[in-house]
C-alpha cells in the first residue's frame, strides 16, 4: 500500500468512498444520524457536496491510500497547527449535522484553546478494506508528520466502536461529548474526544 497526497482529480473518488464508508458502518450512531438513508439526496448530488468540501482540504495534509491495484481504498485529513481555525459561531441550526459540528469545535476550542497541535479531521476506510491496515498507516502518517515538525500533540474526535483503535495508536480519551438527536429511538448522541501528546 502506497500513501499519496491527494490532488483535485482524486476528490469524486474520495468522496463516493466516504459516503460508501459511513453508509456501511452500522455500528456509528455518529454515521447513522449524518447519512440517514432515508433523507439522503440524489447519489450524484451527494457526491457533488462531498467533494466539494473535500477540495476545501486540499490545502492541509489530504492524502490517500492506494492498493497495490492502484485502488484508493482509504484517506484522511490532517490538519497542521494553526490550520486549524475553530470558529465557533458555525451555524447551530435545527439539523443533526449542524449541531454535532458546532458542538465538536465548541469542545475543541474549549480543550485545546491556544495549544499548538496536530488536528485528524477525517479517516475513512473502504469498507472492503477494514481491518487490513489501512487506518493505522493513515494514521501513523500523520503521527510521524507530527513528530517531525516538533508538536507532536494531536487532537481527534472518534466515534465510540473506533475509540479502542485510536487508543492502541497512543491517543487517550479526555472525554466525552454529546449532542441531541432528532431520533426518538436515540436521546443523545456521544462520542469521545481524544489527545495524543
Not at 45 to 57: G, K, L, T, V
Not at 111 to 140: I, N, S
Amino acid at each position: 500500500m502506497k500513501i499519496l497526497r491527494a490532488s483535485s482529480r482524486d476528490v469524486y473518488d474520495l468522496a463516493a468512498l466516504e459516503i460508501r464508508s459511513f453508509a456501511a458502518d452500522d455500528t456509528s450512531q455518529i454515521a447513522r444520524l449524518m447519512y440517514p438513508p432515508e433523507k439522503q439526496p440524489p447519489y450524484k448530488e451527494q457526491i457533488e457536496r462531498r467533494a466539494a468540501s473535500i477540495s476545501d482540504n486540499l490545502r492541509h495534509h489530504l492524502i490517500k491510500a492506494i492498493s497495490p491495484e492502484g485502488k484508493i481504498v482509504g484517506y484522511a485529513t490532517w490538519k497542521s497547527p494553526g490550520q486549524d481555525s475553530v470558529d465557533i459561531t458555525t451555524s447551530n441550526g435545527p439539523s443533526f449535522a449542524a449541531r454535532f459540528k458546532a458542538r465538536v469545535k465548541e469542545t475543541r476550542k474549549e480543550k485545546m484553546g491556544q495549544r499548538q497541535y496536530w488536528y485528524l479531521a477525517m479517516l475513512v476506510v473502504d469498507p472492503d478494506y477494514w481491518r487490513q491496515g489501512v487506518g493505522r498507516t493513515l494514521v501513523q502518517w500523520g503521527l510521524h508528520l507530527a513528530d517531525a515538525s516538533g508538536t507532536s500533540t494531536c487532537f481527534l474526535e472518534a466515534s465510540v466502536m473506533a475509540e479502542a483503535f485510536y487508543t492502541k495508536l497512543g491517543f487517550r480519551t479526555l472525554g466525552w461529548d454529546q449532542v441531541q438527536t432528532d431520533v426518538a429511538s436515540h436521546d443523545m448522541c456521544r462520542w469521545p474526544y481524544m489527545l495524543r501528546e
